[in-house]
């Protein structure tokens, strides 16, 4: 059901605040922790160079086919359909959807670290109090976002906005408080780190920076609300210059305040365990009181989009038709039940995990890197039929350079990404294939084409090899 002229559109600020609002959740938070353990200040520039200039080019795909191809307003999902088949197209929302649903569990397991350090109760996160005050919480945004998606939306851009503030000010005191020669000393590595080679630390930061990217596709798949189309790729490209300098910054000012060891020993979220180092007690209380607005800020937006992709495919009828239904208020409610379901699931099982909110970060960003894999394929392949480029076929060269970087930046994600957390993500997609035969019996349509079956055949295959691992010991969590 698409939206109609009664629903309030958004506009490109509020666009520009879902893509904000959507990027700067519980990553930026965790920044000076995760890049101190891999690398020193060297390392770090080059990590965000890659990662800085992949994510823009995968940024421009998403606004080139926004403009290119208006008529598909679902974004990563209706893509991936586009371009290489029903079968890829859902496995493409399923992860991405998936990925999103893992995301906003990675909030909930941070909200309680945080509080974690001024109450012991909830540990790391993951303690039985933890795991039921975020139950409360899970549902208690189930039934907000019920009443209605615009009213939603129009609640993330004031949460955006009050968020940014503690982070900026972060920002600010450590430019006051910046030393040279601390910088200087830890600029190659440090001192008491482990001796590394400079591949392994980029490529150990790899995960962490798609985390922190994730949100950049925010205005694409609530496209169909846009008040004008060109907003779209407007609010992608603007948000992602300002989260990244915000990240950029939050990454390198620790290394001029601290040595690179202690910075790597902090509890997460080690922003606050920074500041506290600077200017006191208050400096962790500040930015935790932040991090709860921008993480509750980003669990909201999270929500809407992870929502509104499941969706848009039973919409399309890729998904049940029964989750592309909405109730009076214009909300898929169906959706969003099987949506917070499958995050309070999750949220039960970090009771099991080691390190609840690292695995939940990598396997955010892993179940993610096949559906930004495949945007950035089909961009190339629009390109290369020069389909839409009739009338500026000038165009194509720039289309090709930022399409075949974002290809090759994809690729070597999945590569950085290791065989462990590939295997865990091939155990969701493989069970999660139900959904499809469902649809697909709904329409009394043919399952899989032969390439499909293939595909179909190499996820069940990791797997099962995954489910071995993890029970034979062989993959931990």
């Keep these: 059901m698409s ?13 520009t605040a879902m893509v904000v609002g959507s990027m700067v959740g519980s990553g930026i938070f965790s920044l000076p922790r995760t890049f101190g353990i891999a690398t ?4 770090a520039i080059l990590a965000w160079c890659i990662a800085g200039g992949g994510m823009y080019t995968l940024a421009r795909v998403f606004q080139s086919l926004a403009e290119r191809k208006p008529e598909l307003d679902a974004g990563v999902y209706a893509y991936a359909k586009a371009g290489f088949g029903d079968y890829p197209g859902f496995l493409s929302a399923l992860g991405y ?4 649903c893992i995301g906003n569990v990675s909030y909930w397991v941070l909200i309680k670290s945080t509080l974690g350090a001024f109450f012991p109760v909830f540990g790391d996160g993951n303690t039985v109090i933890a795991i039921i005050v975020a ?21 993330n851009t004031i949460v955006t906005i009050a968020k940014i503030v503690p982070i900026v000010v972060f920002i ?9 020669d601390q910088f200087s000393d830890n600029f190659w590595g440090g001192e008491g780190m482990p001796d590394k080679g400079l591949f392994e630390q980029i490529r150990a930061t790899m995960l962490v920076t798609v985390f922190v990217f994730l949100g950049i596709e925010g205005a694409s798949v609530y496209s169909r609300y846009a008040k004008e189309r060109s907003h779209v790729g407007a609010a992608t490209i603007i948000g992602f210059v300002m989260v990244t300098s915000l990240m950029v910054l939050v990454t390198m000012l620790p290394y001029a305040v601290l040595p690179r060891a202690d910075i790597a020993e902090m509890r997460q979220p080690s922003m606050a365990a920074v500041l506290e180092a600077v200017v006191g007690h208050w400096g962790a209380v500040f930015v ?11 669990y909201l937006a999270w929500s809407l989009i992870c929502t509104e992709v499941l969706s848009a495919a039973g919409r399309t009828r890729d998904m049940p038709a029964l989750f592309g239904t909405e109730n009076e208020n214009k909300v898929p409610a169906a959706a969003l039940w099987l949506t917070n379901i499958v995050v309070q699931l999750f949220v039960i099982s970090t009771y099991w995990s080691r390190d609840a909110f690292s695995l939940m970060l ?9 559906p930004f894999f495949l945007v950035a394929a089909y961009g190339l392949l629009l390109v290369k039929r020069g389909e839409t480029y009739e009338k500026r076929p000038d165009q194509r060269r720039s289309g090709l350079v930022f399409t075949g970087i974002a290809l090759i930046y994809t690729l070597f994600l999945i590569y950085a990404a290791g065989m462990k957390y590939l295997l865990l993500s091939a155990i ?8 499809y035969l469902w649809a697909r019996l709904e329409q009394k349509a043919r399952v899989f084409t032969f390439v499909e079956w293939i595909i179909f055949i190499v996820v069940a295959i990791g797997a099962v090899i995954g489910i071995h691992g993890l029970a034979t010991g062989y993959i931990t969590i």
Aim: glycine share 10%; net charge positive.
């Design 288 to 298: 935790s009181i932040g991090l709860l607005v921008s993480v509750l800020g980003a």
């Design 428 to 435: 969701l997609y493989a069970p999660g294939t139900a959904l």
């Design 172 to 180: 600010v005191i450590l430019i006051f408080a910046f030393k040279a």
């Design 135 to 155: 139950s409360i919480g899970i549902w208690l945004f189930h039934f907000m976002i019920l009443r209605g998606v615009q009213q939603a939306a129009a609640i």
């Design 97 to 100: 959807w998936m990925g999103s």
């Design 3 to 15: 939206a109609t002229p009664s629903i309030q559109k958004l506009s490109l600020f509020a666009l």
């Design 362 to 370: 990598n396997l955010t960003s892993v179940m993610n890197l096949i």
């Design 40 to 43: 020193g200040p060297f390392g």
